[in-house]
Protein backbone atom coordinates (compact mmCIF):
# COMPACT_ATOMS: atom_id res chain seq x y z
CA UNK A 1 0.00 0.00 0.00
CA UNK A 2 1.02 3.50 -0.48
CA UNK A 3 0.93 6.68 1.66
CA UNK A 4 -2.49 7.43 0.19
CA UNK A 5 -4.14 4.17 0.67
CA UNK A 6 -2.31 4.32 4.35
CA UNK A 7 -3.89 7.87 5.17
CA UNK A 8 -7.13 6.67 3.93
CA UNK A 9 -7.12 3.80 6.63
CA UNK A 10 -6.06 6.47 9.48
CA UNK A 11 -7.40 9.67 8.69
CA UNK A 12 -10.48 9.46 10.98
CA UNK A 13 -8.71 8.41 13.72
CA UNK A 14 -8.58 12.01 15.12
CA UNK A 15 -10.32 15.24 14.26
CA UNK A 16 -10.85 18.65 15.10
CA UNK A 17 -12.90 19.49 18.09
CA UNK A 18 -15.83 21.53 18.42
CA UNK A 19 -14.97 25.38 19.05
CA UNK A 20 -16.36 27.56 21.47
CA UNK A 21 -16.54 30.37 19.36
CA UNK A 22 -19.95 30.72 17.93
CA UNK A 23 -18.48 32.24 14.56
CA UNK A 24 -17.39 28.31 13.77
CA UNK A 25 -21.22 26.42 14.10
CA UNK A 26 -21.18 25.90 10.14
CA UNK A 27 -18.23 23.17 10.70
CA UNK A 28 -19.67 19.53 10.50
CA UNK A 29 -17.76 18.40 13.18
CA UNK A 30 -16.44 14.45 13.33
CA UNK A 31 -16.69 12.59 16.02
CA UNK A 32 -12.94 10.59 16.26
CA UNK A 33 -12.61 7.02 15.75
CA UNK A 34 -9.92 7.12 18.31
CA UNK A 35 -11.75 9.75 20.48
CA UNK A 36 -8.35 11.92 20.77
CA UNK A 37 -8.96 15.59 18.92
CA UNK A 38 -5.76 17.46 17.20
CA UNK A 39 -6.69 20.30 19.80
CA UNK A 40 -5.42 18.24 22.76
CA UNK A 41 -2.32 18.56 22.92
CA UNK A 42 -1.30 22.36 23.00
CA UNK A 43 -3.99 25.29 24.26
CA UNK A 44 -3.16 27.61 21.24
CA UNK A 45 -4.02 25.21 18.74
CA UNK A 46 -7.35 26.39 18.56
CA UNK A 47 -9.74 26.99 14.95
CA UNK A 48 -10.20 30.60 16.17
CA UNK A 49 -6.02 30.59 15.77
CA UNK A 50 -6.31 28.53 12.80
CA UNK A 51 -8.82 31.03 11.31
CA UNK A 52 -6.32 34.11 12.45
CA UNK A 53 -3.40 32.86 10.23
CA UNK A 54 -5.66 32.79 6.88
CA UNK A 55 -4.30 34.85 4.63
CA UNK A 56 -7.70 35.05 3.18
CA UNK A 57 -9.49 37.56 5.54
CA UNK A 58 -13.09 36.99 3.06
CA UNK A 59 -12.39 32.58 3.25
CA UNK A 60 -15.63 31.26 2.89
CA UNK A 61 -17.27 28.45 5.73
CA UNK A 62 -16.73 26.07 2.53
CA UNK A 63 -12.70 27.25 1.61
CA UNK A 64 -12.15 27.16 6.14
CA UNK A 65 -13.89 23.72 6.42
CA UNK A 66 -11.73 22.66 3.47
CA UNK A 67 -8.88 24.22 4.57
CA UNK A 68 -8.96 22.75 8.43
CA UNK A 69 -9.00 18.91 6.33
CA UNK A 70 -6.04 20.21 4.86
CA UNK A 71 -4.20 20.47 7.88
CA UNK A 72 -5.29 17.38 9.25
CA UNK A 73 -4.38 15.44 6.24
CA UNK A 74 -1.05 17.01 5.84
CA UNK A 75 -0.14 16.00 9.41
CA UNK A 76 -1.04 12.67 8.56
CA UNK A 77 1.13 12.57 5.51
CA UNK A 78 3.88 14.15 6.61
CA UNK A 79 3.96 11.36 9.56
CA UNK A 80 3.11 8.60 7.57
CA UNK A 81 6.19 10.00 5.52
CA UNK A 82 8.79 10.33 8.62
CA UNK A 83 7.57 6.42 9.65
CA UNK A 84 7.78 4.85 6.42
CA UNK A 85 10.47 7.31 4.51
CA UNK A 86 13.00 4.04 3.98
CA UNK A 87 9.83 1.43 3.20
CA UNK A 88 9.56 0.60 -0.31
CA UNK A 89 6.12 -0.75 0.53
CA UNK A 90 3.54 0.27 3.69
CA UNK A 91 2.61 -3.43 4.64
CA UNK A 92 -1.45 -3.73 5.43
CA UNK A 93 -0.70 -5.27 9.34
CA UNK A 94 1.53 -2.08 9.78
CA UNK A 95 -1.60 0.23 9.61
CA UNK A 96 -4.62 -2.08 10.79
CA UNK A 97 -2.54 -4.16 13.30
CA UNK A 98 -1.06 -0.90 15.42
CA UNK A 99 -3.89 1.61 14.27
CA UNK A 100 -3.78 3.14 17.31
CA UNK A 101 -0.38 3.19 17.43
CA UNK A 102 -0.44 6.69 14.99
CA UNK A 103 -2.45 8.89 17.27
CA UNK A 104 -0.15 10.58 19.42
CA UNK A 105 2.58 11.53 16.60
CA UNK A 106 -0.86 12.76 14.06
CA UNK A 107 -1.71 15.16 17.22
CA UNK A 108 2.02 16.42 17.89
CA UNK A 109 2.51 16.86 13.92
CA UNK A 110 -0.45 18.84 13.44
CA UNK A 111 0.29 20.94 17.22
CA UNK A 112 3.79 21.85 15.78
CA UNK A 113 2.11 22.66 12.06
CA UNK A 114 -0.22 24.89 13.39
CA UNK A 115 2.44 26.64 16.03
CA UNK A 116 4.95 27.00 13.13
CA UNK A 117 1.87 28.95 10.86
CA UNK A 118 0.84 30.82 13.55
CA UNK A 119 4.69 32.04 14.27
CA UNK A 120 4.98 32.69 10.35
CA UNK A 121 1.71 34.22 9.60
CA UNK A 122 1.67 37.69 8.71
CA UNK A 123 -1.81 38.06 9.41
CA UNK A 124 -2.56 37.00 12.75
CA UNK A 125 1.30 38.82 13.70
CA UNK A 126 -0.59 42.34 12.75
CA UNK A 127 -3.43 41.78 15.29
CA UNK A 128 -3.26 42.49 18.64
CA UNK A 129 -4.99 39.44 19.95
CA UNK A 130 -1.25 37.70 19.80
CA UNK A 131 1.15 39.10 21.89
CA UNK A 132 4.99 39.51 21.76
CA UNK A 133 4.87 37.00 24.89
CA UNK A 134 2.25 34.64 23.51
CA UNK A 135 4.87 34.13 20.14
CA UNK A 136 8.04 33.53 22.68
CA UNK A 137 6.31 31.20 24.65
CA UNK A 138 5.10 29.30 21.11
CA UNK A 139 8.84 29.69 19.74
CA UNK A 140 10.37 28.08 22.91
CA UNK A 141 7.12 25.13 22.70
CA UNK A 142 8.05 24.46 19.44
CA UNK A 143 11.92 24.64 19.26
CA UNK A 144 12.67 24.17 23.00
CA UNK A 145 15.04 25.44 25.78
CA UNK A 146 18.50 24.37 26.14
CA UNK A 147 19.93 26.62 28.63
CA UNK A 148 23.46 24.75 29.94
CA UNK A 149 24.54 27.77 31.91
CA UNK A 150 21.41 28.55 34.41
CA UNK A 151 20.32 24.06 33.77
CA UNK A 152 17.03 25.19 32.10
CA UNK A 153 15.53 22.65 29.26
CA UNK A 154 12.30 23.09 28.00
CA UNK A 155 11.82 19.90 25.68
CA UNK A 156 10.03 20.92 21.99
CA UNK A 157 7.14 19.45 20.38
CA UNK A 158 9.81 18.80 17.76
CA UNK A 159 12.06 16.49 19.90
CA UNK A 160 8.59 14.89 21.32
CA UNK A 161 7.96 14.39 17.65
CA UNK A 162 10.82 12.75 17.06
CA UNK A 163 10.60 10.61 20.10
CA UNK A 164 7.17 9.33 19.20
CA UNK A 165 8.24 8.27 15.64
CA UNK A 166 11.09 6.13 16.92
CA UNK A 167 8.51 4.74 18.74
CA UNK A 168 6.42 4.00 16.39
CA UNK A 169 9.30 2.60 14.54
CA UNK A 170 10.85 0.13 16.98
CA UNK A 171 7.34 -1.28 17.52
CA UNK A 172 6.59 -1.88 13.37
CA UNK A 173 10.35 -2.69 12.71
CA UNK A 174 12.08 -4.14 15.23
CA UNK A 175 9.69 -6.17 17.48
CA UNK A 176 9.36 -8.65 15.19
CA UNK A 177 12.89 -9.26 14.32
CA UNK A 178 14.68 -11.86 16.86
CA UNK A 179 18.76 -12.70 16.37
CA UNK A 180 19.29 -16.20 15.30
CA UNK A 181 22.16 -17.67 16.63
CA UNK A 182 24.32 -20.37 15.02
CA UNK A 183 27.28 -22.06 16.45
CA UNK A 184 30.20 -23.84 14.74
CA UNK A 185 31.61 -27.31 16.40
Known amino acids: MNHLEAYNKIRNR ?5 SLDTRFEFITYKTPESGRFLQEEHPSVRIEIVYETMFDVDISNADFESKLEYIKQKAILQMLHDVFSDQKDILDYWIDGYVGLFDYAIILKNSSNVMFDVMNSTRINLTETVTDDNLKRWFIDLNGLKDSVNGVYTQSFLDRYRREIDRIRKVL ?3 NKSMKVVTAR
Open 14 to 18: VEWDK
Open 173 to 175: FIR
